[in-house]
């Protein structure tokens, strides 16, 4: 008695598909099951490549959150410049220290008692070095005076070799600020297919794709012949259109547009239920958003770590 194959095909024989050779079910009988998805032993983490237990909320190592996909407070503060070298302790560069007793003519500590100081013709634009006389005391401190002539005067430099104070305003010098990058996770819902009703099969879940953002972001599927290739590729999630929707930016905010699908964009917070009600027109995300395409497509919107700047160029 013909049959339907497990990938759908009519055929006129009832043990193997004369379309593609895969066993014939009777007609009437029930489609078999699909394997199970594989559990997961492990997960590692996007932002630092860490290994976590399956289950873990938060990153062992960089405290990355699985759920929300927010980066750790560390990364965040680096990427926003807080972060500032720790300067160095005064023991990592000893001075050594001069006295009124100390002798005049004493080398210094750090110079090799081969090395002999060079026999120069004198300068008579150089500052006069203090001699000293017999049963006449110095002042190794006593500072000297040098030209300075960019300031028109002269500033003060003690023996120890000190340089004046630089009262530059501490930006400068600095390279202009870079504007922050952003990126898309694209993930795989299984909450968000347990309400759609889709007649296919969801894929296994996993970590999510990365794509970084530029201004304009076409939400959809990828179609050679049509010419549609999305930054945002929604992959085999059949009930996404290939144009769902837009994704723009001002430089500050972020805003979604659906581009007349044909199941609708949906928009909700991460911390609150599913949303019910398709968007209409242009719609900004907030902070906490997530986008719902598809049948399990969920899209979530953060700031790009230095880690995949680096990476996606």
Known sequence: MPGICEAGHRSTTDDYCDVCGLPVRPAGAAPAAPPPPP???????????????????????????????????????????????????????????????????????????????????????????????????????????????????????????????????????????????????????????????????????GLPETVKLIDSNLIGRESRSRNIIPEIDCGIDTGCSRRQAMLTTDGTRWYVEDLGSANGTFVGPASGPLPTDPITGRTELGPDDRIYVGAWTRIVVRKASREEIDALG
Request: aromatic share 4%; glycine share 6%.
């Open 39 to 205: 559990a997961r032993t492990s997960q590692k983490c996007p932002n630092c490549g860490a290994t976590n237990p399956p289950d873990a909320l938060f990153c062992e190592a960089c405290g990355y959150d699985y759920t929300t996909g927010t980066l750790p407070r560390s990364d965040l503060a680096g990427m926003l410049g807080l972060i500032r070298p720790t300067p160095p302790r005064a023991e990592e560069h000893p001075v050594t220290q001069l006295t009124p007793d100390s002798p005049v003519d004493a080398p210094e500590p750090s110079a090799p008692a081969a090395e002999q100081p060079l026999d120069l013709p004198a300068d008579d634009s150089a500052p006069e070095a203090p001699v000293a006389t017999e049963g006449e005391p110095v002042d190794a401190l006593a500072p000297l005076t040098a030209p300075d002539p960019d300031a028109g005067q002269e500033p003060e430099v003690s023996a120890l070799g000190s340089m004046p104070i630089d009262d530059e305003p501490p930006t400068k010098g600095r390279p202009a600020p870079r504007r922050e990058a952003y990126v898309a996770e694209i993930w795989i819902d299984p909450d968000w297919y347990d309400v759609q009703s889709s007649p296919d099969a969801m894929p296994s879940a």
